[in-house]
């Protein structure tokens, strides 16, 4: 018996397609909200400032160590919504699907969302599905956008970043973007390469409520890397960003894999973790409130901000220094 794929007529807006949402869809993320089926999704007021991000997912492989492009789709937006320290209040889901996927794995993918969603307590309140052609697209690509509210009291952002901050990793960097390219290319370089998907707004929250004003900005360092990242909070605040090599936090397997492959894990993609600037003379105590949460048990100080040209520089371990440049080209395509 041929296993059910996605047919064209799955994306005509007829039976087929509301067949495909039902039982689908619907059976995995229904909420109050969902389920009324209608162009636009109503909700209710908030007090505070809005928050609107939106992001795309086009991760190749679509299923890799701890996670899969479902539950990264839903992290990745909260994400964004947290590193400007707002309560994510709402996603919303769009699919492309390319005729002849297998709807066991588009089912797959919902059910993780469905869970995602739910552990982080951000439900989908509306959607969209296309279907394209074969040969059109290349299995499945996602888009989520989602909505959060800022207190009046919360102002992140990298222009209030300046000299004497303290800059601060939630945890080791480059897992997601190593595991995405052993996969990628069968390779088995032995160690436990996963993914470091996950949601942080409760990590965000925290920090921001334990140590109020500490913060100055948050980034999560996605494409890119750290490298990147840092290279943007710095062209921004005019200053100049010093590492210290010895105290970036970068797991044995992930150092030993970038090694072989001939990769710098400050440029490698990371789903899980973010990067703060705080104030230098609180940065012990952000460090406290990050380690109280699970997602922030990793943390630690990694360098400084200095008055200076802006770049990022990195000491090393021989008492040299190298600048390290934003990402230039593309060596992990499709990553997230």
Do not use: W
């Not at 920090?207 to 913060?215: D, N, S």
């Amino acid at each position: 018996m041929k296993e059910p794929t996605i047919l064209l007529d799955h994306g005509s807006g007829g039976l087929a397609s509301q067949e495909l949402i039902s039982e689908v869809f619907v059976k995995h993320l229904g909420n109050p909200v969902l389920n009324d089926m209608e162009d636009s999704a109503v909700l209710a007021a908030q007090s505070g400032r809005l928050a609107f991000t939106t992001d795309s997912y086009v991760v190749d492989p679509l299923f890799f160590p701890g996670g899969d492009i479902g539950c990264l789709a839903v992290h990745g937006t909260i994400n964004d919504l947290a590193m400007r320290g707002a309560r994510p209040i709402c996603l919303s889901l769009g699919f492309i699907l390319e005729e002849g996927f297998a709807l066991a794995e588009l089912t797959r993918i919902v059910s993780s969302i469905s869970a995602a969603t739910r552990a982080c307590e951000v439900p989908i309140v509306t959607g969209d599905t296309k279907v394209v052609p074969r040969g059109k697209a290349d299995k499945v690509f996602i888009n989520t956008s989602g909505i959060g509210v800022i207190d009046e009291t919360i102002e992140l952002s990298a222009g209030k970043v300046r000299p004497g901050d303290t800059i601060i990793v939630s945890g080791s960097i480059g897992d997601h973007g190593i595991t995405i390219m052993t996969r990628r290319a069968g390779l088995s370089l032995g160690g436990d390469l996963h993914s470091d998907t996950m949601p942080l707004h409760r990590l965000t929250a925290h920090v921001l409520a334990a140590v109020p004003g500490a913060v100055h900005a948050m980034r999560d360092p996605t494409r890119g890397g750290v490298a990147t990242t840092l290279n943007e909070i710095a062209a921004r605040a005019g200053a100049t960003i010093v590492l210290e090599d010895e105290l970036l936090p970068i797991r044995a397997e992930v150092r030993a894999a970038c090694e072989i492959l001939g990769l710098e894990p400050l440029y490698l993609a990371n789903e899980g973790k973010c990067l703060a600037a705080v104030a230098g003379d609180q940065a012990d105590a952000v460090v406290e409130a990050m380690r109280a949460t699970t997602e922030g048990k990793e943390a630690r100080i990694i360098g400084r901000v200095e008055a200076g040209s802006a770049r990022v520089v990195i000491n090393t371990p021989i008492g040299g220094s190298r600048i390290v440049t934003a990402l230039h080209g593309e060596p992990l395509p499709r990553i997230c």
